[in-house]
């Protein structure tokens, strides 16, 4: 066999080879794990999944799209996570709510447990919690309906939740069995 051939072939093989493994690995990253496993298996029960290409074109650090502990105590009695739902319109994104032992937290922190999951307002980011006590609800208005504006003088009683995407921030809170939202950039 000459050199040119087995130049060529060494090529091919080198080639076919790249390209098997380029598939195993995209096709292993589809069963990443994005969000820990038993919120994943919440998010399953209600027909969601989890946000599979969540990290990807995210460049630099990006905070994890799930958050332990959004309420006061044992940081497992809480969990706030992204997921999406498939349909016929298309994909759309779930943030949920996970609350263990409700009847344990304290008065001001009982009007998070009334808080419905938000379906379908947000682009998934990082969550993070947002803790301060001096923040108000000035500039807040209603998830569902921009034209209603919250309380504007009443200060947080509770944390909230901060979404990061893309070096814009929005904020959360949860009033009287409400969501309202401050963009913060």
């Known amino acids: 066999m000459s050199k040119n051939m ?44 989890q946000v599979s290409d969540y990290y990807e074109g995210k460049p630099g650090v990006v905070k994890p799209p799930y958050l332990y502990g959004y309420i006061s105590g044992p940081e497992e009695n809480s969990a706030v996570f992204w997921c999406e739902k498939r349909s016929a319109r298309g994909k759309s994104y779930t943030l949920m709510f996970i609350l263990r032992n409700i009847l344990s937290y304290k008065d001001e922190e009982s009007e998070l447990t009334t808080c419905p999951d938000i379906e379908g307002e947000f682009v998934p980011g990082g969550l993070s919690v947002y803790r301060d006590r001096k923040m108000t609800l000035e500039g ?36 009287k069995g409400k969501w309202f939202y401050l963009k913060l950039d």
């Open 6 to 49: 087995l130049h060529v072939r060494t090529i091919v093989i080198g080639t076919v080879v790249s390209t098997l493994l380029l598939f195993r690995v995209a096709a292993y990253g589809k069963d990443n794990k994005i969000i820990p496993e038993a919120l994943l298996e919440i998010a399953e029960q209600n027909n969601c999944k």
């Open 140 to 175: 807040f208005v209603s998830v569902h309906n921009p034209k209603v504006r919250a309380p504007q003088n009443l200060r947080f009683s509770h944390n909230g939740i901060e979404i990061d995407y893309g070096g814009t921030s929005t904020l959360l809170y949860c009033h």
